[in-house]
């Protein structure tokens, strides 16, 4: 069965960086694109970034692009997001998902990730 | 780019109503509309895709419709496991939106 499972989250200083991984197992994780969603407490869903299923193309949403650099380890299975210079509205629950053409099939538990003095 | 409004932002209802949620997009986005549902402290969980595909083992109480900008998901006959949070979602242009969400309560 599919499984992701998203690992790195924290308490982290502001200014300071971070990287989250997302292990993928039960399907052939070389062939899907990913996806990184984030959800600030109490809030709701807020798209992140996509990569290709070969790394070769990367999309980010505006609020973090510069800061955020989403890769992936096809030969480990894995599925990164690095997290750079980070703010206190970066404090979020962070899924990984799995691109199914549009839409996201299937996602991890969460990571959360909570920027504090 | 393109913004998804949903409506109501909340709802309250009984087991067994019949449950409509909106959805609008700002611009035409042809039938690339997904639908999830959440569960506090839980992942989303895909249920529609194409606006009107179920996924698989999805209730057939579950439904989408529409096409270009007015989106719906309706739940014929609610069920205590569907309290929860739905969340719309686009993809276009390589970019990917949510809705802001509806929360479904107890009545």
């Known amino acids: 069965q599919v499984q992701l499972v998203e690992s790195g989250g924290g308490v982290v200083q502001p200014g300071r960086s971070l990287r989250l991984s997302c292990a993928a197992s039960?399907?052939?994780?070389?062939?899907?694109?990913m996806h990184w969603v984030r959800q600030a407490p109490g809030k709701g869903l807020e798209w992140v970034a996509l990569i290709w299923y070969d790394g070769s193309s990367k999309y980010y949403a505006d609020s973090v692009k510069g800061r955020f650099t989403i890769s992936r380890d096809n030969s480990k299975n894995t599925l990164y997001l690095q997290i750079n210079s980070l703010r206190a509205e970066d404090t979020a629950v962070y899924y990984c998902?799995?691109?199914?053409?549009?839409?996201?099939?299937?996602w991890g538990q969460g990571t959360l990730v909570t920027v504090s003095s | 780019a393109i913004q998804l409004t949903q409506s109501p932002s909340s709802l309250s209802a009984s087991v067994g109503d019949r449950v409509t949620i909106t959805c609008r997009a700002s611009q035409g986005i042809s039938s690339v509309l997904a639908w999830y549902q959440q569960k506090p402290g839980k992942a989303p969980k895909l249920l529609i895709y194409d606006a009107s595909s179920l996924e698989t083992g999805v209730p057939s109480r579950f439904s989408g419709s529409g096409s270009g900008t007015d989106f719906t998901l309706t739940i014929s006959s609610l069920q205590p496991e569907d309290f929860a949070t739905y969340y719309c979602?686009?993809?276009?242009?390589?970019?990917?939106?949510f809705g802001g969400g509806t929360k479904v309560e107890i009545k």
């Open positions: 039960g399907f052939t994780f070389s062939t899907y694109g």
């Open positions: 998902a799995r691109r199914q053409r549009s839409r996201l099939d299937y």
């Open positions: 979602q686009q993809f276009n242009d390589f970019s990917l939106g």
